[in-house]
């Protein structure tokens, strides 16, 4: 069974960082396109950073020059590092797993609470 464990969030101040992990389990990962995602409060779900299985990568422009995205082949793992972070930051992030071009094969992980905050 298709399996997305997260972990690395938690409490921040402004400022600081974190690393977000994300372990896949039951799926050929090196074919899948990997991203994060985040959704806060009162809020839509929104595309933070994405690396491509040929390791292109895109980040959402709030992101950019502060948090740094990729992937390892051997392990089944995508990172998040998230330097700099902001209050705005605070959210649930997720990770996810698209097949490209079959995108009915597109996976979730349980999210990670990320709280910024002094």
Known sequence: QVQLVESGGGLV????????????????FSIYNMGWYRQAPGKQREL???????SNTNYADYV???????????????SLQMNGLKPEDTA???????????????HWGQGTQVTVSS
């Open 13 to 28: 101040q402004p400022g600081g960082s974190l690393r977000l992990s994300c372990a896949a389990f039951d799926i050929i």
């Open 48 to 54: 933070v950073a994405e690396i491509t299985s040929g």
């Open 64 to 78: 950019k020059g502060r948090f740094t995205i990729s992937r390892d082949n051997a392990k089944n793992t995508v």
């Open 92 to 106: 649930v992030y997720y990770c996810n797993a698209r097949h490209v071009p079959y995108s009915i094969y597109n």
